[in-house]
T-cell receptor, first 113, second 116 residues
Framework: GENVEQHPSTLSVQEGDSAVIKCTYS??????FPWYKQELGKRPQLIID?????GEKKDQRIAVTLNKTAKHFSLHITETQPEDSAVYFC????????????FGDGTTLTVKP | NAGVTQTPKFRILKIGQSMTLQCTQD?????MYWYRQDPGMGLKLIYY???????DKGEVPNGYNVSRSTTEDFPLRLELAAPSQTSVYFC???????????????FGAGTRLSVL
């Protein structure tokens, strides 16, 4: 089955700096890669996703890049703000069954004011 | 439009007890899922369903059962609760997928279960 590894497990940055979280996956059949933000005690919320026919996608301060050959994808957050502090999860799945996802173990991002 | 609704929000069970976690969605989504999230970990898929009458095992199905008699409801059953089932359980739903489909996954608020 699919295996997703996520690094780092914790990340602390100063407000205004950039944050990068990286994930690798094992199954070349995976073609849908969502990123979720989960605040303490809350449900995961989709913040951005990318499909394998695209190498990069951007939405305001967040962007995701995908390298299919190397089987890795990354989340980039620029101009970080304290409200970006949360746990971020990457996931990988086959597009036609997006919820049958394999998740990484999460990255706890802390943005210091 | 309530989205995905889970009940109860919290529950404490004794070892060996049984319970059903309820999940219902009002978005007419075909696909529904149950995940568990252990502390400091990502979500693990327990069971999923691609439509009424169809269910399949995910990554960690042991100790659980599901049914899908309607499009809206996807209950998760724990028959003999064990301490290892202490976790937060999330139900989710999505539309049928595809290369151009906007198949965002919607999560319920979660059920926090403790087995003592």
């Amino acid at each position: 089955g699919e295996n997703v590894e996520q690094h780092p497990s914790t990340l602390s940055v100063q407000e205004g700096d950039s944050a990068v979280i990286k994930c690798t996956y094992s199954d070349s059949a995976s073609n849908y890669f969502p990123w979720y933000k989960q605040e303490l005690g809350k449900r995961p919320q989709l913040i951005i996703d990318i499909r394998s026919n695209v190498g990069e996608k951007k939405d305001q301060r967040i962007a995701v890049t995908l390298n299919k050959t190397a089987k890795h994808f990354s989340l980039h957050i620029t101009e970080t703000q304290p409200e970006d502090s949360a746990v971020y999860f990457c996931a990988a799945s086959v597009d036609t069954n997006a919820g049958k996802s394999t998740f990484g173990d999460g990255t706890t991002l802390t943005v210091k004011p | 439009n309530a989205g995905v609704t889970q009940t109860p929000k919290f529950r404490i069970l004794k070892i060996g007890q049984s319970m059903t976690l309820q999940c219902t969605q009002d978005m007419n989504h075909n696909y529904m899922y149950w995940y568990r999230q252990d502390p400091g970990m990502g979500l693990k898929l327990i069971y999923y369903s691609v439509g009424a009458g169809i269910t399949d095992k995910g990554e960690v199905p042991n100790g659980y059962n599901v049914s899908r008699s309607t499009t809206e409801d996807f209950p998760l059953r724990l028959e003999l609760a064990a301490p290892s089932q202490t976790s937060v359980y999330f139900c989710a739903s999505t539309t049928r997928g595809g290369a151009v489909a906007k198949n965002i996954q919607y999560f319920g608020a979660g059920t926090r279960l403790s087995v003592l």
